[in-house]
């Protein structure tokens, strides 16, 4: 694997994450496209804040093959990034239209 591929299978984990997310609780959905923007940028931001810990696409491939262990904490890291992208979108919404 690359780091590129890394990074795009990551932001496709923060949209499956997102909407399971939504699935599972109505009332936080914000439809098809809602959910997967708030999963890609949740992904993104939760990747790019808690990756410096060691787990970003570069960290993964730093030896040249892909670490397992990192390459997990980088995925449920993106999964939990979609989910609260979700929810703080839909915050932030509930915010704007009382």
Partial sequence: MTDTLIAIISIF?????????????????????GNTMAGVFGSIFFIKVFGRLGFDPISIMATG?????????????????G?????????IKRKLNP
């Fill in 83 to 91: 989910c609260i992208g979700v929810f703080v979108i839909e915050l």
């Fill in 65 to 81: 093959e892909a670490n397992r262990a990192l390459f997990t904490m980088n995925m449920l890291v993106s999964i939990i990034g």
């Fill in 13 to 33: 984990m923060g949209i499956i994450g997102a909407h399971v997310f939504a699935a599972i609780n109505k009332k936080y959905s914000l439809g098809v496209i």
